[in-house]
Each structure stands twice: as structure tokens, then as C-alpha cells.
């Protein structure tokens, strides 16, 4: 698997959304956690994608 660290520029896409391109985002970078006390998967990362003011 590849290690993405934060700040690494990449291509995602959302369900109903074409690929745009963003960054991986810091924690600390995130206004809030979707569901507190809740980790994140090894396989899911924080997006801020370009263009965008939420992450």
C-alpha cells in the first residue's frame, strides 16, 4: 500500500463527482470529525481539494 503523508498533491473522487485534483490534508487541518471518537481506516485519508474552502 502506499503511504500518503499530508500536504501530498493527488487526483480524488467523490460518488456523483468527477476526479479534481486536492491534497492530502493534515488532522489538525479539519474543522471537524464526521463522527467523533471515530478513526480513520488505514485506508481512508482527509481531502482539501483545490478550488474548495472545506476539507
Same mark, same amino acid.
Given at each position: 500500500? !502506499?503511504? $500518503?503523508?499530508? +500536504?501530498? $498533491? *493527488?487526483?480524488?473522487? *467523490? ?6 485534483? +486536492? ?9 471537524? *470529525?464526521?463522527?467523533? +471518537?471515530?478513526? $480513520?481506516?488505514?485506508?481512508?485519508? #482527509?481531502?482539501? #481539494? #483545490? +478550488?474548495? &474552502? &472545506? !476539507?
Amino acid at each position: 500500500m !502506499v503511504s $500518503l503523508e499530508p +500536504g501530498t $498533491l *493527488i487526483w480524488a473522487k *467523490i460518488p456523483c463527482t468527477p476526479w479534481w485534483p +486536492g491534497r492530502i490534508a493534515d488532522v489538525s487541518d479539519v474543522a471537524c *470529525i464526521p463522527v467523533p +471518537g471515530r478513526k $480513520l481506516k488505514d485506508t481512508q485519508v #482527509f481531502v482539501a #481539494f #483545490f +478550488g474548495e &474552502t &472545506t !476539507v
